[in-house]
Structure formats: structure tokens, C-alpha cells
């Protein structure tokens, strides 16, 4: 079994700074991580994914996310956000083999202040 | 597409009623799953389907909830009786096969927004 832990419940940060979102897994096999975000009264939405290769993947809106396989992470970082990126971030993790379902955290409120 | 569809947005109703919410997947899904959505739990997965067949419903909370798939584009999740400790956000999400898609991408309904007064 997996499971997601994301170090952060909250994340104020000003508009233009960087942000990093932290996000720990713990598994006994090869993991997919995935970053969705859900906006306000919206759905979650698939932000990133890690499946193989490199381990920085680009996603949409400028962010980007770093596999670190010896430190089980899968840290999400943007240089610069916007009063835009006001959302609920929740890291997920699913087995490499078998039915491929997420098991995901309990999410990291980003709150971008003017 | 329209995306994964789901019916109503909001949903106030007093203990004891039956909930019954609505979810149209995207075409071409074959799998689809019910969340749920809480401050004190988060996100928790009650039960999803593989080509209309409930494979795990180990997440659903007790016996006053059920959910069906009667076919690839129909699903519901209904709760009879209603308790107050039932509200919460449901979300309805479809994906790929589960099974064969690597690193499966699960989409996800705009939610339907239960308070059981």
C-alpha cells in the first residue's frame, strides 16, 4: 500500500515570490506521483505527473516538480505565482504495477496574497 | 467533451431523507469512482467501478450507502437514510481503463455539495 503525506496544510506566500509545495510518499513498490489542483468550488484538475525518465516534470501554469527517489519526494515549485494560483494542491501516488489507483494527501492550501 | 458531469451542484436536504446523486462519466471511461470530500478527512475514496461492475466499495461508510453503474454512462450514489455527519462534498471522477493505462489520469466532476440538516 502507499500513502501521501504533505507537510503543509497551509502555504501564505505573496504574489511573484516562489512557492514550493512539500510532498512525502511512502511505498514498498515503483510509484507514479501526480500534482492536481482544485480551485474553488471546482474539481480537482491533473496538474503534473512523474510516470519515468527525467526526474523534473513540467506542468501546466509554470509549475514544475522534482522526483527524488532516495528522499521518497515529489516536491511541487513555481518561481513566480499569481493571485490566480489561490487553490487547494493535492499530491498523489499510485503503484506502478496493477490497477493504478491514487491514493492521495490531504492536500496544501496555497494562499496568494497581493 | 463536457467533461465528467454531475447532478445536483447542491443538495440540502433533513436528516432521515434519501440523497441520491447523479454522474455522467466521459465517454470512452471505463472506469469511474466516487470521493468524498471533508475539513476532517479529505479526499477518501468510497467505491469505484470497472466497465460498469463495483470492484471495491471497501471506502463506503456503512449500509445506508449505495451506488450503482446500470450502464457506461450513468452512475449514482445515494444515501438512505441521511445523517448530518453525511455532509460533505461528492465528487464523481472517470478515467482509461484502469488496468493497461499507465499512470491513469483520473478527471474529475465539479462536485455535489450535500449538507443533511
Known amino acids: 500500500a502507499q500513502s501521501v503525506t504533505q507537510l503543509d496544510s497551509q502555504v501564505p506566500v505573496f504574489e511573484e515570490a516562489p512557492v514550493e509545495l512539500r510532498c512525502n510518499y511512502s511505498s514498498s513498490v515503483s510509484v507514479y506521483l501526480f500534482w492536481y489542483v482544485q480551485y474553488p468550488n471546482q474539481g480537482l484538475q491533473l496538474l503534473l505527473k512523474?510516470?519515468?525518465?527525467?526526474?523534473l516534470v513540467k506542468g501546466i501554469n509554470g509549475f514544475e516538480a522534482e522526483f527524488n527517489k532516495s528522499q521518497t519526494s515529489f516536491h511541487l515549485r513555481k518561481p513566480s505565482v499569481h493571485i490566480s494560483d489561490t487553490a487547494e494542491y493535492f499530491c498523489?501516488?499510485?503503484?506502478?504495477?496493477?490497477?493504478?489507483?491514487?491514493?492521495f494527501g490531504r492536500g496544501t492550501s496555497l494562499i496568494v496574497h497581493p | 467533451d463536457a467533461g465528467v458531469i454531475q447532478s445536483p451542484r447542491h443538495e440540502v436536504t433533513e436528516m432521515g431523507q434519501e440523497v441520491t446523486l447523479r454522474c455522467k462519466p466521459i465517454s470512452g471511461h471505463n472506469s469511474l469512482f466516487w470521493y468524498r470530500q471533508t475539513m476532517m478527512r479529505g479526499l477518501e475514496l468510497l467505491i469505484y467501478f470497472n466497465n460498469n461492475v463495483p470492484i471495491d466499495d471497501s471506502g463506503m461508510p456503512e449500509d445506508r450507502f449505495s451506488a450503482k453503474m446500470p450502464n457506461a454512462s450513468f452512475s449514482t450514489l445515494k444515501i438512505q437514510p441521511s445523517e448530518p455527519r453525511d455532509s460533505a462534498v461528492y465528487f464523481c471522477a472517470s478515467s482509461l481503463p484502469l488496468t493497461g493505462t499507465v499512470g491513469n489520469i483520473q478527471y474529475f466532476g465539479a462536485g455535489t455539495r450535500l449538507s443533511v440538516l
Open positions: 512523474y510516470l519515468s525518465g527525467s526526474t
Open positions: 498523489a501516488v499510485s503503484a506502478s504495477g496493477g490497477s493504478y489507483i491514487p491514493t
